[in-house]
């Protein structure tokens, strides 16, 4: 397998110059291979990196000297190379050879990149002479040279690994990639086609009235620019004075987005499933046609593209990631903990207890005494150094600066005497502990290097010139030192980040993409004039790396198309268009999963730990807590008082009542403990006799403590350590270690010695103990011992299993909890009247709480059964049914009342408020009442608190109660008033929580929190380790940059002075690249001169520095961050962001995914699993999602339905209806027009096609028949999209309306899905996003809740707030330029806004938005604006200003939740059930193409279609089953017989079913014992035992019946022989000797048959019976065994006691016909009865038999009964 370690000495993997390079060491190029000149040639790799990135135009103009230092290194690098190739050529050959030169493929690599770099040293050459223009575009020549650095990187390519192992990785991991791109392709053709048919050409504007529509210009347009509609009931209508006119403007004008043709259209949905720009596009979709087209669209659109297709390649990553990570341990280095220095651990011990400490016995000594070695090593000194980092952190984060004209030095004055002294400290603290632990001592820590780093760092910095610069950095990162302080996040951090080479082998492929991608795209696009986003290597570098982020990765594209076009031919701009979706396709979805599938492999257990936590967590699991919830422990502080019962008179016949347990146990004694009795037993002589136990005892109070006299120390310290190795053994016990275990010694070791005899757990013991009974009363483990017996262990067999032991303690464990548990209530309830009553006055008993109780916990019941037979009825729409059992009927009014309340919460708004409807005061008053009977009838049922089923007995019940309360409160109170910012406000928000309680209601959305919350604790690490790196940069950010960003908005002024005054500003129009024409000016007003910050953001303070990163870490920002730092401080401070971009949101939210998944996989409890546990789940899910093929046998005997049918099945038919279906879906690249005869063409063309596709229907009829044609589900959708194609043809050739064309393509859209069941693997990806869809429909419905929630109270808080940049417009401007619109268009305007909070509706599509991350941090910053920039008022509807601290809150909750937490839970699904796509032969125990060989079988025998056959006809299945699934009845013969009996017993002998079949044969087929989880498999083993003892028992009595058969027989025939003597003597005396011979001969011949099969039978019985005991207490018998088996299993356990196979049901009056050895030995001379029974293939029921009865009889009704169906079988053979 791939684990498997493999020897490789002498194989070169991947050498340097590739696997053939030891073909150099030849006597021509031996200097080729001395390492020095391998090094040069590495190393001139790296220079000619540098040097093609340093060879660009702009380059030289800003450093001349640039071109003769790349002119000359590039000459040298050359000839360098060109002499290594041709040395190679001449001593291997150019052609011919052993091994030819250019039949390598590294070398025609190393060929191709000396054959560019002759054409760059050539083309410089000519263009220092001017023969060749600076910026020609042959520049492009130079692009593929930065590919030579793989040379270098070639180095760290050499596995550890056999060649073909890794090239079978790389082709399966490329094959998966190839499918799901497919896959992915096919959503975008989707998509594509239904926008050019939905949307067509979006080019329809706002124009002047007396615009020429042929020469429009940039004044022509509406400001901003708006789309708009022609038709006047749907899209925006133009205002007055301007007409909406489609514009015919070049590609190059006005963009390359849109659905003009198919083309176009697969490049808008592509930018629309990055997430980034979609929003306009949709805008403008919905102001040019109706909204609905563009709403379905793009959410679906999001939701399937970009938050489910493309996490499948997250989860295939990941697979392939945890496929390699075994072959690459040795390169990346094994998982491990967080390393201790050598030391030795002692026991010490004093009066307080018992401590394990370290001693470090190679510790280095210091100078200093051993008091100061204390003080180093001491809490408080730690503690003191831990105040010192929080104090400086503080003194960093206490420095502001402010804009009010005095110099940037006096800011930080006093901070740097502060740091100065926080400096000296450390510094200080470094000596100290050099001089404590010496110089060697110290420098052993890697903690200790980081401070000495940071300390010369810091102190460096303290130099005037040098405080305010990236010296910084060594002082920010002294907060990173609180780490330590944290063992959990240390463990953590150490976690993630601890195997370095594996996160830092990614880092550095990513860094090394990033530099070739950058330095190739320099070069292909450095020679465009006036465009600075290549123009450099810098520059190039932050434009490759700002698509890496996503982040404004359209704009990179659409300029630089423009840009070629204007510098080249149009034809070019597709070819750059598809360069740069490419890359974005492979660093998003390849580079961006591979960070997550490194987090998620950090986070992954090893599988030698899986087990023992396994076994851990079902400790946990089954551990019930004994102790009661505090809210009923009170109780007990109360004295007892029970319920006395009075008597008169006592009867005889007058029962007593029941007494009391509680009161009886005080009169029992109880079983004393003997407080030393290990070692009196050991004083004794042994534990033949004794019972360990190893409870913990109660604490005992006395009334004055305990003496330690001074000679008890010795006795105590020796007693407390024989003690501690003896709970330390007894827990290796318990916990199922398979080493020796010693048990206490005998005799003279009484001493708390050990005895060196060793036992072992006996497994005859365990297997007994696990079917046996469990005695509770004992509160000690029986299972370590047999029958009382601990000495009978020393002879068992060593094959221990720890599963056996574990499960006999956790059986007993979880039965005592929740006996102490139960039985503590019990005596509560007896004690005490006032116990589970509920609200203190309703009885326990008492008929009305019985009426409540019927009344909340009454439901639907799905149980539909029999009253004859008592079996479940098969009914239709089971799903549904269980749906409506899916909560009681109480709930699902609530439920009702409760969607009914949320929907008259979203008819509010400001301008109709609810104190003003009376409707809404209605709705509000009846969701209170409702509420209140609601929570009264659960209250008077379960009581409030105090009651054991309590409404507030966990979270949910405190949320119920709580918009219980706010909603009673304010229906009360109604406020009339409600000013911004107030109590009355807070309430109304409070009162948009009532969407949550849909969660409690439902059981399912319930446990989606709760699996969140369980994962809280990572998610709080995670967001802690953020919090630090945000801290870190924010430090640093505020120190650096601090007061430093602001700047005059009229960008000629660069003096403070001197920004004053008014300014003529452009104002922005449209996004088209339009310009003013001759005579007209560029749209602008007059605009005031102020001197500030950016718009959303400064570093002026910590907080505000802190937002602006937090903002950055969604990749949102972070550009208008570098354009500004660039532009102010210059290029190199850009590094600062681009670090901070790269570590936190690369590595910093890939740890949110990973956590989130993570924490997903262990709440589903597929995290602990193993390799071939996991594989036997998805196995699971492959089998429950497989179906019968539903398609009938070829009809045999009509043979024109037999010739319909094999051309229905050849797949050259099948390729023919799939092509036309492409055909078909091609027609629709092209937008349908009723008034173009294009469209008419496409139109006959597709009815053509619908022609073809009602022949394959009508064919498929013919030959399956109708019944048959319609088992299948495909079958069924294709018959309903042709029915639907018929139907337009006839619409289409009588109507043709626009309405008809759009019914043409949606059934052409329908056809298109058919695809998918044409070819596997979109189809098992289909399913697996399907499966996904379907579980993940709770998560969905939460997210909307959860949104719907936010949205109303942004209702609330954000209803009236002013127009900004992004609240109310979806068009990128600034709401100054809105001031020059005309008053009319402003009204008109304003009622296309959709970007705001005035409505729920608009409030949940922009919190849609704001979930894919679009533009939310502007929305955000629009809803802070504040006096004097907006307008006070009395009441929230009354102001149009913000909320800063409100924004804040709701706007980064609500990012944080959704986005990294909610939506990283579609992943997890997602990967999850994509195991399901993701198998192969080699390493799945039963591969699709076994599933396939299984349909194909069943449909052979289920001639029917029904899915169900009779249990007779499963041995056929069995026997024509091929491949894994393949089983021998000769060879297997037992296996065979277990196969059969086991679906025999399933149903009591009825008719089985398809999954009935395939479930048993996937049990057959895999190893158990490692396949299956501990419960199930001790469920497996106990079903396998049963089959194997009745089988056993079924094969000896029909042995014995054949036999008594045999001589019944005999007998009859020589009874019969002598009455036909007697009687024909007389009458033919000459024939009766030639008689007489014959039947002698006959005789003795059926004598010598008979005791042959005698023979033959006595061994086989004896062969049977021993295959199964072997089978009995050897090992299991199973189908052939998959890769994943490394052998047979071992021996099995012994079975049960005799007393427990008693109390199991007798095996013999089941009807195994087919377990008989197939008729063999059975004669044909049974009477009349019995063979018509036989004939008839019917059971002969059996009959009691009496003591006196006659044996034959019963055997004969024995035989009768079980050998029924081997006849059948004879007879069915010799047909």
């Known amino acids: 397998m791939l684990g498997r370690k493999q020897s490789l000495r002498g194989e070169h993997i991947l050498a340097d110059y590739g696997p053939e390079d030891t073909l150099n060491e030849s006597s021509d190029v031996e200097w080729a291979n001395k390492r020095w000149i391998r090094w040069l040639l590495r190393i001139c790799s790296l220079v000619s990196l540098v040097s093609v990135s340093a060879n660009t135009p702009s380059s030289k103009v800003l450093y001349p000297s640039l071109e003769q230092i790349t002119f000359c290194s590039d000459l040298a690098i050359t000839f360098f190379f060109t002499v290594e190739m041709v040395a190679k050529m001449q001593a291997r050959g150019v052609l011919k050879g052993e091994v030819p030169y250019l039949k390598d493929r590294w070398c025609q690599y190393d060929a191709s990149m000396v054959f560019f770099l002759w054409i760059s040293v050539i083309l410089q050459m ?10 020609s575009y042959l520049s492009v020549l130079r692009a593929p040279r930065p590919l030579i650095v793989v040379r270098l990187i070639r180095i760290f390519l050499k ?75 749907s899209g925006y209508q133009c205002p007055t004075g301007m007409k909406c006119v489609p514009l015919n403007l070049a590609k190059k004008v006005s963009g390359f987005n849109g659905f003009s043709d198919f083309g176009t259209s697969i490049f808008t949905v592509y930018q629309a499933a990055s997430q980034e720009g979609w929003v306009i596009i949709m805008y403008q979709a919905i102001d040019s046609l109706p909204g609905w087209r563009a709403t379905f669209f793009f959410t679906t659109m999001i939701f399937f593209l970009s938050w489910l297709v493309k996490n499948v390649f997250i989860a295939v990553i990941t697979e392939t990631f945890n496929e390699m990570r075994v072959q690459f341990q040795q390169i990346w280095g094994i998982r491990g903990h967080i390393q201790q220095e050598a030391t030795t651990q002692i026991l010490s011990g004093d009066d307080q207890g018992w401590k394990l400490l370290y001693v470090d016995d190679n510790k280095p000594r210091g100078w200093a005494p051993k008091f100061c070695m204390k003080v180093v090593v001491s809490a408080g000194y730690y503690l003191l150094i831990m105040a010192a980092i929080v104090a400086n952190a503080i003194a960093a984060a206490s420095l502001s600066f402010k804009h009010d004209g005095r110099d940037r030095q006096e800011f930080y004055q006093h901070y740097y005497y502060m740091e100065v002294g926080f400096t000296i400290f450390f510094n200080l603290e470094v000596i100290f502990k050099m001089w404590c632990l010496g110089l060697r001592g110290y420098w052993r820590l890697g903690i200790h290097k980081f401070e000495f780093l940071l300390a010369v760092g810091t102190t460096l910095r303290l130099i005037p010139y040098l405080f305010m610069t990236s010296f910084t950095y060594f002082q920010v990162l002294r907060i990173v030192r609180l780490i330590k302080a944290s063992p959990i996040l240390e463990d953590f951090v150490y976690k993630i980040f601890g195997p370095g080479k594996k996160l830092g082998s990614l880092i550095l492929f990513t860094m090394c993409l990033l530099l070739i991608a950058s330095s190739i795209s320099m070069q292909l696009f450095c020679f465009l004039k006036d465009y600075d986003k290549f123009e450099t290597f810098a520059h190039a570098f932050m434009s490759m790396f700002q698509i890496l982020t996503q982040e404004g990765w359209v704009e990179v594209m659409d300029e630089t ?109 109880e079983e004393q403990e003997d407080e030393d009795g290990l070692a009196n037993v050991r004083g004794a002589g042994g534990l033949d006799d004794s019972t360990i136990s190893y409870r913990k005892r109660r604490p005992i109070k006395l009334l004055t403590p305990l003496s330690h006299p001074r000679n008890a120390d010795y006795e105590k310290k020796k007693t407390g350590v024989s003690n501690i190795i003896c709970d330390a053994n007894n827990q290796r016990l318990l916990l199922g270690d398979s080493g020796q275990i010693p048990l206490p010694g005998k005799g003279a070791h009484s001493h708390g010695t050990i005895s060196s005899k060793h036992v072992r757990l006996d497994q005859k013991s365990i297997r007994r103990s696990v079917r046996g009974s469990v005695k509770l009363k004992q509160q000690n483990y029986d299972h370590l011992k047999e029958n009382g017996d601990l000495g009978i262990m020393n002879r068992t067999s060593s094959s221990r299993k720890p599963q056996d032991l574990d499960i006999k303690m956790l059986q007993a464990k979880r039965q005592q909890a929740e006996m102490r548990r139960n039985q503590r209530e019990e005596d509560l309830r007896e004690n005490h009247p006032y116990f589970d009553t509920p609200l203190f006055s309703v009885g326990r008993e008492c008929r009305f709480r019985k009426l409540c109780q019927l009344i909340v916990y009454s439901r639907y019941d799905t149980s539909h059964k029999d009253p004859i037979t008592g079996k479940e009825r098969k009914i239709k729409y089971k799903r549904l049914h269980n749906l409506l059992a899916l909560v009681t009927y109480l709930d699902w009014l609530m439920i009702l009342v409760t969607t009914l309340s949320c929907i008259s919460l979203m008819i509010e708004m400001a301008t109709y408020r609810i104190t003003e409807e009376p409707m809404l005061q209605i709705a509000e008053y009846a969701f209170v009442v409702f509420m209140s009977m609601e929570l009264g009838l659960k209250i008077l049922a379960d009581g409030l608190l105090f009651t054991p089923k309590a409404l507030i007995r966990d979270m949910a019940g405190v949320l119920d109660l709580f918009i219980y309360t706010v909603s009673l409160v304010f229906s009360c109170w109604m406020p009339k008033e409600v000013p911004p910012q107030s109590g009355a406000q807070l309430l109304l928000i409070l009162r ?90 560029y749209p602008a007003m007059l605009v005031p001169r102020v001197w500030a910050n950016p718009r959303r953001f400064n570093f002026d303070n910590i907080g505000n520095a802190m937002l602006a990163l937090f903002e950055v870490l969604s990749f ?63 196995l699971k899910k492959r089998l429950k999602i497989a179906q019968p093929l539903h398609l009938p046998p070829r009809p045999d005997g009509r043979a024109f339905r037999a010739f319909i049918y094999d051309i229905t099945q050849n797949i050259y038919f099948k390729r023919f209806v799939a092509i036309s279906v492409i055909i078909n879906s091609s027609l629709l690249c092209v937008a349908w027009n009723k008034e173009e005869e294009l469209t008419k063409s496409l139109a006959i063309v597709s009815s053509l096609l619908d022609l073809v596709f009602v022949m394959e229907v009508v064919m498929k009829l013919i030959a399956f028949t109708p019944r048959g044609y319609w088992q299948s589900r495909r079958n069924r959708y294709d018959l309903f999209v042709t029915v639907l194609g018929v139907i337009w043809i006839i619409l289409n050739y009588t109507i043709q309306t626009e309405e008809s064309h759009m019914f043409g393509f949606m059934v052409i859209i329908l056809r298109f899905f058919t695809i998918t069941g044409k070819h596997a693997t979109l189809k098992m990806l289909m399913l697996t996003v399907g499966v996904s869809v379907y579980k993940s429909f709770f998560i969905i419905m939460g997210m909307f809740l959860l949104i719907l929630s936010y949205a109303l109270a942004g209702c609330i808080l954000f209803g009236t707030v002013k127009y900004g940049e992004s609240i109310g417009r979806y068009h990128p401007i600034s709401w100054s330029s809105a001031n020059v619109l005309l008053l009319n268009w402003r009204v008109n305007i304003t009622s296309i806004m959709q970007a705001n909070f005035q409505t729920a509706t608009n409030g949940i599509a922009l919190l849609f938005r704001i979930v894919t991350g679009e533009d939310w941090n502007k929305i955000m910053h629009d809803c802070m604006v504040a006096p004097p920039f907006c307008t006070p008022g009395n009441n929230y509807w009354e102001t149009d200003c913000g909320n800063f601290t409100g924004s804040l809150i709701f706007f980064c909750s609500f990012y944080v939740i959704i986005t990294y937490i909610v939506l990283n839970l579609l992943v997890a699904i997602i990967m999850e059930n994509f195991s399901l796509f993701y198998s192969n032969e080699e390493d799945a125990l039963l591969s699709y193409a076994d599933i396939r060989n299984f349909q194909n079988t069943w449909n052979v025998v289920d001639v029917n279609q029904r899915g169900v056959i009779p249990v007779r006809k499963v041995k056929f299945i069995l026997r024509l089953l091929k491949g894994r699934l393949e089983v021998d009845p000769e060879k297997d013969r037992l296996l065979f017989k277990h196969m059969c009996y086991e679906l025999e017993r399933l149903h009591n002998g009825d008719d089985v079913t398809f999954h009935d079949v395939l479930n048993m044969l996937s049990y057959r087929s895999v190893d158990i014992r490692k396949s299956l989880q501990l419960e199930e498999l001790m469920a497996r083993e106990e079903l396998e035992y049963i089959i194997e003892e009745e089988v056993a028992k079924q094969t000896i009595r029909n042995w014995l019946d054949n036999c008594l058969k045999r001589i019944r027989a005999q007998k009859e025939q020589t009874s019969l022989l002598a009455r036909l003597r007697e009687t024909n003597d007389a009458l033919m005396v000459g024939l009766h000797e030639d008689k007489k011979t014959q039947i002698q001969d006959k005789e003795k011949e059926n004598e010598t048959k008979e005791s042959e099969r005698t023979r033959e039978r006595k061994k086989g019985m004896i062969m049977t019976r021993t295959d199964s005991m072997t089978s009995i207490s050897g090992g299991r018998k199973f189908l052939t065994p998959t890769s994943s088996d490394a052998a047979l299993r071992g021996d099995k356990q012994t079975r049960h006691e005799s007393k427990s196979r008693k109390s199991r049901p007798s095996g013999g009056s089941k009807n195994l016909a087919h377990v008989s050895e197939g008729g063999e030995g059975i004669t044909s001379g049974i009477g009349g009865q019995l063979s018509s029974d036989i004939t008839s293939n019917k059971a002969v029921l059996p009959r009691s038999a009496s003591g006196s009865g006659e044996v034959r009889d019963w055997w004969r009704e024995q035989v009768g009964y079980n050998s029924g169906s081997d006849f059948s079988e004879e007879a069915d053979k010799s047909d």
């Open 561 to 669: 198309m423009i840009k070629t076009m204007k510098g080249t031919a149009d034809e070019i701009a597709p070819i750059v268009a598809i360069y740069f979706i490419l890359y974005h396709l492979f660093v998003t979805l390849i580079v961006l999963s591979l960070f997550v599938a490194v987090i998620l492999d950090n986070l992954e257990l090893d599988e030698d730990f899986k087990k023992l936590k396994q076994m851990k967590a079902r400790e946990q699991s089954a551990g019930i807590q004994e102790t009661l919830p505090l809210r009923l422990r009170v109780f007990e502080k109360f004295p007892d008082r029970p319920t006395m019962a009075k008597l008169h008179k006592v009867p005889s016949d007058f029962s007593l009542p029941k007494v009391r347990e509680s009161f009886m146990r005080q009169y029992l004694e």
């Open 992 to 1081: 948009c929580l009532r969407p949550l309680r849909i969660f409690n209601l439902v059981p399912h959305m319930r446990k989606v929190v709760s699996e969140l919350c369980k994962g809280f604790k990572e998610i709080l690490l995670v967001s802690v380790l953020l919090i630090v790196l945000l801290f870190v940069f924010a430090s640093y950010g505020v120190q650096m940059y601090g007061g430093r960003l602001a700047r005059c908005n009229d960008e000629t002024i660069t003096e403070r002075k001197d920004c004053v005054g008014v300014f003529i500003r452009q104002i922005f129009v449209t996004k088209m690249k339009l310009e003013p024409t001759d005579g007209e000016k």
């Open 1116 to 1178: 949102k920002g972070w550009l208008d961050i570098r354009d500004v730092l660039k532009i102010r401080l210059g290029i190199a401070s850009t590094v600062y962001i681009h670090i901070f971009v790269f570590l936190g949101c690369m590595i910093g939210l890939t740890l949110f995914v990973g956590v989130v998944i993570a924490n997903y996989s262990e709440n589903k409890g597929t995290a602990l699993l193993t390799v071939d546990q996991r594989r036997w789940c998805d």
């Open 126 to 135: 000519f263009e220092m002479s001017d023969w060749v223009d600076r910026h």
């Open 159 to 233: 596995f550890s690994m056999p060649k073909n192992r890794l090239k079978q990785i790389v082709k399966r991991s490329s094959q998966q990639i190839y499918n799901v791109t497919l896959f992915f392709l096919f959503f975008m053709s989707l998509y594509g086609l239904l926008g050019v048919q939905l949307f067509g050409d979006l080019r329809n504007h706002c124009v002047k009235n007396d615009t020429n529509e042929e020469n429009i210009t940039l004044n022509s347009l509406a400001i901003p620019d708006t789309f708009c509609s022609t038709e006047a009931d």
